[in-house]
């Protein structure tokens, strides 16, 4: 028999300690001639990433130094920071950003000498990320970013480093305001890179450049993938024979393209490019963090890549010569960094039910079951009974305070509904639970239907959880994208308040119990959405944008530009920007806000919540705001996300249920 409590206030297993203590996160996979590599979180060392080995036996082994933090800081939410040689690894160091190789053999798993390839430039000056190995060349080919020489911006560039005078850089391209994902050519007389400029992000308007390599391994001969051809172009690959393989979002839909070897040898313009896949589906998801790897190649005729839609990945087959598409396994909620060797296919998943994994597949037997090759530690226990999954749905968006912007881009937005699920308590009959929104960060991100603690964190208490798609996320094809575009501040919050108002029509959700929560700009889409409705009776903003102008002048050099389209070009857009900023429209928030912010923040630095505190406490004293002296945009430290779940989960029972603070600990 369950036992019946109100909503909101089940006794659950699942605490701050379970979610964050101890817990790891596996990324960046890649396969190597004897295993395979990838990073792994240490949370008894703050979250630093550690670079790891597994051999063919399952024997893990940990190959970057124990003070080390493998991670790169290229436009501060990074890329990928190593690569390897059948005798070395190459990485990037958080704390400094240079450079280091390490020897170290695969297969007895032995690490030997380590020294710095990159000059000691002090304050993270110089920064590099996606590295490829030159082994005719010697030499690895990567992105700098150069902060040396207090100009507004820094210098984003591809530069090449000689293996054996590591000190002996050069710089191979530098006419773009930004360049990410070098590839080489089998033979090595190709590189392929993407570049972009502003006021474009690599979800706008993005370029493939070809070059040929001159004998001293200089840039001769460039040309540009179809240069009359706008958008979003991704992930350059070369195929075993010599194409060039490309993600590009011409149809709508980020799928894959290819230009011929034939076409490459030719030197002609590159002027066309063949479209290899057909779906209203994506093959990857925006480019926050560059190296990303979304397909690969299992031999000449054959791609092995992954399929989003709704907020579903699936894994299959491209048959290059039919141009046939064979699902081969469904049901995931991520799928990333794919990698094929020999016949075999390893790749990152997340599925509804279980955190992410590294999973292997043979690929001459595709109809057999992935297998799980290693699982982060992790003590979130819970039984199928007692996992809350995702439920996708559309709605109208114009229920609410339809604006002429949110008419013209369209009347539909998505989002992700979870339920209370406790199989030891249920609530009291003709009860309905209270509801967190969670809106996701960019705002070009998206929510995802992968199991995630955090959320069952609060389903397990009572609570209904949604996970708002607006317009301007990703996922939902280029046009969908673009539709926030001008808009941002409007047409996001009004799809936020339909959601709302979809689930309490059909009785879903409690009316009169509804928080809002989000972090960077869906920390602003909190902000805004208090501004613009009297729904929720709490908001919680994780480094959130209070001043649209004030990011304007302050944020990073990736993002500096992104308001141009969000909002419109600064200065001359002024009013605008003032007008769509929380903190020019205080008066009229009226529920507590709880803000956490990073001190060290660089994308939204902490005056954004210096400017906003004082004044939100004045209109409700039940507003807070805490800072994290050690953390900066996205909260890393174990000790550090404890307490911020303990801040929020204690607000929340102030806010939403009029408890009195208590001292309980969901820490232990």
């Known amino acids: 028999m369950k036992q019946v409590i109100e909503y909101g206030h089940w006794p659950s297993s699942l605490t701050a300690a379970t979610l964050f203590a101890g817990a790891e996160t596996i990324s960046s996979v890649r396969l190597c001639r004897e295993g395979l590599f990838f990073l792994l979180s240490m949370p008894e060392e703050g979250n630093a990433l550690a670079l790891m080995h597994l051999s063919p036996h399952g024997q893990s082994t940990r190959v970057s130094p124990p003070d080390f933090n493998v991670r790169s800081a290229v436009h501060e939410y990074g890329g990928m920071p190593y690569t390897f040689s059948d005798d070395s690894v190459f990485f990037c160091n958080f704390s400094d950003q240079r ?22 430039a002090g304050s993270k000056a110089l920064r590099y990320a996606d590295m490829i190995v030159d082994e005719i060349r010697q030499r690895l080919i990567c992105v700098r970013e150069d902060h040396r020489d207090g100009a507004a911006e820094p210098r984003n560039t591809l530069i090449s480093i000689a293996l054996a005078a590591p000190h002996d850089l050069e710089v191979l391209f530098e006419d773009s305001d930004f360049v990410a994902t070098p590839s080489l050519s089998p033979d090595g007389t190709r590189l392929a890179f993407q570049t972009w400029s502003h006021p474009n992000m690599p979800w706008d308007d993005t370029q493939i450049h070809i070059a040929e390599l001159s004998s001293n391994g200089h840039l001769a001969t460039q040309r540009q993938i179809c240069p009359k051809r706008p958008g979003s172009l991704l992930q350059p690959m070369f195929s075993p024979t010599g194409d060039l393989t490309f993600i590009a979002d011409w149809s709508d839909w980020w799928n894959l393209y290819r230009i011929s070897a034939a076409s490459l040898q030719a030197q002609e313009p590159l002027e066309t490019a063949e479209r290899l896949l057909e779906a209203e589906a994506e093959v990857c998801g925006p480019q926050w963090q560059s190296g990303q790897h979304s397909y690969d190649y299992v031999d000449a005729d054959t791609v092995l890549l992954g399929l989003n839609k709704d907020c579903a990945w699936s894994l299959a087959l491209l048959d290059l010569r039919g141009k046939k598409t064979t699902i081969l396994h469904s049901g995931f909620g991520q799928l990333d960094n794919l990698c094929c060797q020999d016949g075999r296919a390893v790749f990152l998943a997340t599925t509804a039910t279980a955190s992410t994994a590294i999973y292997s597949l043979d690929l001459r037997q595709p109809d057999s079951t992935p297998e799980t090759v290693l699982h982060g530690r992790s003590t979130v226990a819970l039984t199928q009974d007692n996992i809350s999954k995702a439920q996708h749905f559309s709605y109208s968006t114009t229920n609410e305070a339809a604006s002429k912007k949110a008419a013209s881009n369209g009347n539909k937005a998505y989002g992700l509904f979870y339920a209370p699920q406790n199989s030891d308590y249920e609530a009291p009959t003709g009860t309905l639970p209270p509801l967190l929104v969670s809106i996701h960060g960019g705002p070009t991100g998206s929510a995802k239907s992968a199991f995630n603690p955090g959320i069952q964190f609060w389903t397990s208490r009572g609570f209904a959880w ?18 926030l575009y001008s808009g941002w501040g409007v047409v996001d919050v009004q799809d936020i308040i339909s959601a709302v108002r979809h689930l309490i029509d059909t009785g879903k959700v409690a009316a009169d119990r ?9 920390g602003y889409a909190v902000l805004a959405a208090l501004v613009q409705s009297d729904l929720f009776r709490a908001g919680t903003s994780y480094y959130g944008i209070s001043d649209l102008e004030l990011l304007a002048r302050d944020t990073h050099k990736f993002e500096s530009r992104y308001l141009d389209q969000l909002i419109g070009p600064y200065p001359e857009a002024v009013d605008t920007y003032r007008e769509r900023s929380p903190l020019y429209s205080i008066t009229r928030i009226n529920a507590p806000v709880l803000l956490l912010q990073g001190r060290l923040d660089k994308v939204v630095p902490p005056n954004q919540a210096d400017a906003i505190f004082t004044q939100l406490q004045r209109q409700n004293p039940l507003s807070r705001c805490v800072y994290f002296d050690d953390e900066g945009h996205g909260f890393r430290k174990p000790h550090n996300q404890m307490a911020a779940l303990e801040a929020e989960f204690a607000f929340y029972e102030e806010a939403l249920f009029n408890l009195p603070p208590t001292d309980h600990n969901l820490m232990n």
């Open 99 to 120: 450079l280091y190789q390490r020897v170290f053999d695969q297969h007895s798993q032995q690490a030997g000498a380590l020294h710095a390839m990159t000059p000691d």
């Open 514 to 522: 509804i928080a809002i929560r989000g972090g960077s700009a869906g």
């Open 466 to 483: 949604l996970d708002v798609n607006h317009r301007g996320s990703a996922g939902y094809g280029r046009r969908f994208r673009r539709n």
